[in-house]
């Protein structure tokens, strides 16, 4: 299927016209950051925004979510499945690359409905980046610059127009009847090749290895003293992981109402950074010391989840270096680790 072309005029109406379907959701500036939030005035819609504080994550996972409703005699239980045909805006290729590990983890061994739910009926707009988002990003390196093929719709910013990449069946609805869009011409070809050409060279690698040693590196840094001096400097706050489009652990919790007949079991967002998260019966804690978290952390990303499904677990978003204040970072991490790793180091993590 070719590329269309829709001029940027033509932006608000098709935003409109999609309002009247679809929640419309995207990138809109709130206090001086960006998030993802629904469009009530197109005018409000900026394409070309940095990053966001929350990845587009929060509408395949809420971060808060009712999963049945119950009766406390046992005898009634509830799916609670909130199905909102959603559009989102805006999302740049590192969180597409979340999104395709997220698809993964939820579709196979124990399939999550509420995820199967959502995303089925949420429609990907994804956009071209077209410079580095913010001095924290590290995508070119994590191999996450250029677009998964989970998209329904891709645009890419020409200027005066965009291209549009349809993807999808989806895609292809998002457009139907839409008749400011048009085939692409061999000029406007040769300007997105130029564009897509020209944008290479404003993104640096930022790991000083490639990633695809990122598993192994990890692998002989299990017993560095440097998972020690992280943990000496991290707050235990959990905002690193809440921020991250590829977390996606959770807590669960039940809550009856004053007649104590009736309750709802609830999914929340949770943190494996937070000392209470390994706690479990008896008060034991197999991860109490904050070293065992920033290590299970980083090793989650880069080698774990390579190992079960064939994609590391950053994609170089750069919100957790954002995030934390005590400035720990993927980069300075893994780079860390890579220099360590490249000399014999006595020293071992405290168990
Ligand atoms: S670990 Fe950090 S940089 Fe990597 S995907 Fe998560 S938030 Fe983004
Ligand atoms: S954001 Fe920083 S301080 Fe907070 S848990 Fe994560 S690494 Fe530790």
Not at 16 to 43: K, T
Not at 170 to 195: C, I, M, N, P, T
Request: proline share 5%; aromatic share 10%; with cysteine.
């Amino acid at each position: 299927m070719g590329f269309k072309i829709m001029p940027k005029s033509a932006l608000a109406d098709w935003v409109n016209r999609l309002r009247a379907d679809y929640r419309v959701v995207g990138p809109q500036p709130r206090h001086g950051q960006y998030v993802f939030a629904e469009i009530n005035d197109p005018a409000d819609l900026a394409l070309d925004y940095p990053t966001s504080v929350l990845p587009p994550k929060q509408y395949l996972l809420p971060p808060r979510e009712v999963l049945f409703n119950f009766q406390n005699s046992g005898m009634r239980i509830e799916a609670n499945i909130k199905v909102e045909p959603t559009v989102i805006l805006g999302v740049h290729t590192c969180d597409m690359h979340a999104i395709r590990l997220l698809d993964h983890v939820h579709n196979n061994g124990y399939a999550d409905q509420h995820y199967q739910t959502h995303r089925a009926n949420t429609y990907l707009v994804s956009i071209e980046c077209l410079k580095p988002c913010m001095e924290h990003s590290f995508c070119k390196s994590m191999g996450t610059l250029t677009v998964p093929e989970e998209f329904d719709l891709h645009l890419t910013d020409l200027g005066t127009a965009y291209t549009v990449d349809i993807g999808s069946e989806k895609g292809e609805k998002l457009l139907e009847g839409f008749d400011q869009v048009w085939d692409a011409s061999d000029d406007d070809y040769q300007l997105l090749s130029r564009v897509l050409t020209e944008k290479w060279p404003r993104f640096s690698y930022r790991l000083d290895f490639d990633v695809t040693e990122l598993p192994d590196i990890l692998n002989l840094s299990q017993k560095s003293s440097y998972w020690n001096e992280l943990g000496d400097r991290c707050l235990a706050c959990g905002m690193c992981t809440k921020v991250c489009p590829t977390c996606y652990c959770f807590d669960v919790s039940d809550t009856v109402d004053l007649t104590l007949k009736n309750g709802k079991r609830i999914r929340t967002w949770d943190s494996c950074q937070v000392e209470e998260f390994a706690l479990v019966a008896g008060g034991h804690n197999f991860r109490s010391k904050r070293a065992l978290r920033q290590r299970h952390r980083f090793l989650r990303k880069g080698k774990y989840q390579y190992e079960a499904f064939g994609m590391v677990g950053c994609v170089g978003c750069g919100r957790c270096a954002q995030a934390c204040l005590v400035h720990i970072t993927p980069v300075e991490t893994f780079n860390e680790l890579y220099r360590r790793s490249q000399r014999t180091e006595p020293a071992e993590v405290k168990a």
